[in-house]
């Protein structure tokens, strides 16, 4: 049950679509309902009685209304149209005419909370596929103006009716586009627009995820669709957008070209599926250009060295370059057996060299002394080696890192238009996957107690076991995130000294994580858990 406090506002037509929407009023008046939505199905000739509950937590006794109007999906960011029914138009064939509700005042105690009954008669012609109405209760009614009806500024709850009238039903949708605002970018940070439509004669709740993988294959995000929620519905013959952006945590490693699959699932009477793949490219340039500028400088100042080396080599052996080069291009000129010139390899000359200084030194002194003088005087060739060992470790670090299995995301739903909603960490859509799964009903709290968890573990979901653990303690966990770039072995408990009685309580619930006391102001009112590797085993 959601609690609406109101303030004064006109009411307008255009409403937020498939949510309750409320109109508040300049007092200091609270009203709630419940339930916010109801999907039925039902076949033509029957019937269905229930009741809605509204809730006056005020001092003082409020007064309502209760009418029922027929909605439609406006636009396609969510919103709808709610539709009065002049008494000139009734004609029997729209779900708010076969709504029976109170009518007129309704005094619901200081305090208390009121029924409201509700029957609704499904008439014998009615077509099949969907219908649509709503409940709005509120501190006035719809009035009558000219053949008009007319919603006057009120305090106002809405309760959502979805009904599924069964015969010839056409469950029919397609993903008509699934695009990124932007095909490059800088950072691993894209928009998404996914556009479902909805093609037939009933409502369909598309559900589904996009998996985001980057050019090696690896997942570097999941965004769950109506996976949780009863709402993000869509009317017959009507599209649906729906926006998400999704922010990975940034690494070189994962530069290139990403792959986005949405995948959606819809459908009651047989289960049906629509896919769309889009790609996008996380190029940060002026980090590119400082790596190719890298390359260019290290293969250079490799060729640089190869050439040094091979000249010192020469000299050693007696040979000029003039007289080098004139010897292979006469090998070279020769197309039936190659001739190698007459002298050792440059490697090869070097090892023998090292050889019998190390013959001649007959103390481990003077052995150590011939030895960096040996590596002064090769100084161009162990410096090359030196740089082709470094350049190999790189590509196995980047290889490394570009396979790695786990990083942390955010996930921000986007709701008309408003880009300013709260992101949902990785962690936190794992711990929906899990508590969806649960049989059994959280448990009630009981400690005031607020625990923030991060999870440092480097295995996604050890983080979002914990919070379950937690929160069947009794605890309130106020945040849930993963911080992979910490990776951290132990658990670790921080806390005030204030709370040190709760922290001791989270500690043995987690195999006696150490407690660390910190008088912070972060930490003044709060438990932070630092979940460490030790949990994911």
Known sequence: M?????????????LSALVPNFVVAQ??????????????????????????????????DLTVYAEVVNFEQRGETGEARFIPILDAERDGSTMAEWFTVP?????????????????VHFPLGASPGGHYAAILVGTKPIRAEDGQAKLQTAQMVTSLFFARIAG?????????????????????????????????????????????????????????????????????????????????????????????????????????????????????????????FGLALFFGLLTWLVRM?????????????????????????????????????????????????????????SRLRELLQFVMQYRYFFLGVILIIGFVLALIWYIQNANTEHRAYEVTYIESGDATSTPVSSEEILYNELKAKQETPSASLTSSTTVHIVNRSGVPGTGADARLMIEGAGYNVASLAADFDQIQERTVIVSS???????????????NAPVSLSDEAEHADTVTIYIGSDMSL
């Open 497 to 511: 000294s204030a709370l040190y009685t709760d922290a001791i309580a989270l500690s043995k619930l987690l195999s």
């Open 168 to 292: 010839d039903v056409n469950e029919s949708g397609t993903i008509r586009e699934f695009t990124t605002t932007k095909g490059l970018l800088g950072t691993p940070e894209a928009t998404f627009t996914l556009r479902f439509e909805n093609k037939g004669n009933v409502h369909l709740q598309p559900r589904g995820d996009i998996v985001i993988t980057n050019m090696w294959g690896e997942e570097r995000g999941v965004i769950p669709i109506n996976q949780y929620t009863d709402y993000g519905k869509v009317l017959p013959e009507s599209t649906r957008n729906y926006s998400f952006t999704w922010k990975g945590d940034w690494s070189i490693a994962d530069i290139g070209r990403y792959t986005a699959v949405a995948t959606l699932g819809y459908g009651e009477e047989e289960k049906q599926f629509s896919s769309s793949k889009t790609y996008f490219w996380v190029l940060p340039i002026m980090l590119l250009l400082g790596v190719f």
């Open 27 to 60: 007092e200091a008046v609270t009203l709630s309902i419940s339930p916010t939505l109801y999907d039925m199905s039902a076949e033509p000739g029957q019937s269905w009685s229930g009741s809605l509950k509204i809730v006056n937590v005020n001092p003082f």
């Open 103 to 119: 009518t007129g005042a309704i005094v619901v105690p200081r305090e208390q909370s009121y029924e409201i009954p509700i029957t």
């Open 309 to 365: 080396y091979v000249r010192h080599m020469l000299t050693m052996a007696g040979i000029g370059i003039e007289d080098f080069e004139s010897v292979r291009e006469r090998a070279q000129s020769k197309t039936s057996v190659r001739q190698k010139p007459a002298l050792h390899a440059p490697l090869e000359a070097g090892i023998l060299d090292l050889t019998k200084r190390m013959q001649a030194s007959v103390s481990l002194l």
């Open 2 to 14: 959601g609690t609406i406090n109101l303030k004064l506002f006109s009411l307008l037509l255009l």
